[in-house]
């Protein structure tokens, strides 16, 4: 199990917020923090997931569109392209992480997207069938999915854990002072 893995069952445990409202402010800070990190490699993650499903879909449309031959070094020159424009992705809520990458070990994050469909057989899709690249794109698909939904839950925990924070501030059971300490 990565530690990515560890963090994300500790703090989407149903039981991780209990109790919020009587812990000490300096601990309700550091699970949000703790959340923000675990949401910053999740969102990398899903990113690292989403840009191999570009790549897939785009590889099928001009092996279609090409009658079986696609040109690869012109795929590859058209990378960024292809990231930028991709599927239509789910609407979202648009926030842009404080840390764009995760300060986890990569292996801690590329595992089981590894085991899908790794960087040196994204190089070999001509190599791949039809019902190989149809099958990883699909399981690729469920893995966004999952991952998307880890990271919504994320982002509902460090709503609530903000929404504690400024409560306090707002009842007086925390006082801008002690940021200063």
């Known amino acids: 199990m990565t530690r990515l893995e560890t963090d994300l069952d500790r703090v989407l445990a149903t039981d991780y917020l209990a109790g919020m409202a009587d812990r000490p402010l300096a601990e309700v800070r ?23 499903l570009d790549i897939i ?14 040109d690869m070094q012109e795929l590859v020159g058209e990378l960024g392209a292809i990231m930028a424009a991709g599927p239509p992705r789910p609407a979202g809520n648009g926030r842009l992480p ?14 089981e997207l590894d085991q899908v469909i790794d960087a040196v057989q994204v190089a070999e899709l001509p190599r791949m ?14 893995f966004e999915a999952r991952v998307s939904q880890q990271r919504r839950a994320l982002h509902e925990r460090i ?13 007086g059971g925390a006082s801008a002072d002690e940021l200063l300490t």
Not at 30 to 52: D, N
Not at 98 to 111: I, K, R
Not at 129 to 142: I, K, P, V, Y
């Open 30 to 52: 550091a699970m949000r923090a703790e959340c923000q990190r675990a949401e910053t490699a999740v969102s990398f993650l899903r990113r690292l997931v989403q840009g191999r």
């Open 98 to 111: 404080a840390q764009l990458a995760p300060d986890l070990e990569a292996d801690d994050l590329t595992v």
């Open 129 to 142: 069938s039809e019902a190989q690249l149809r099958s990883a794109a699909e399981t690729l698909g469920s």
């Open 57 to 70: 879909h785009a590889y099928l449309d001009r092996r279609e569109d090409e009658g079986g031959e696609v």
């Open 159 to 171: 709503d609530r854990l903000q929404a504690e924070i400024v409560s306090r501030y707002k009842s």
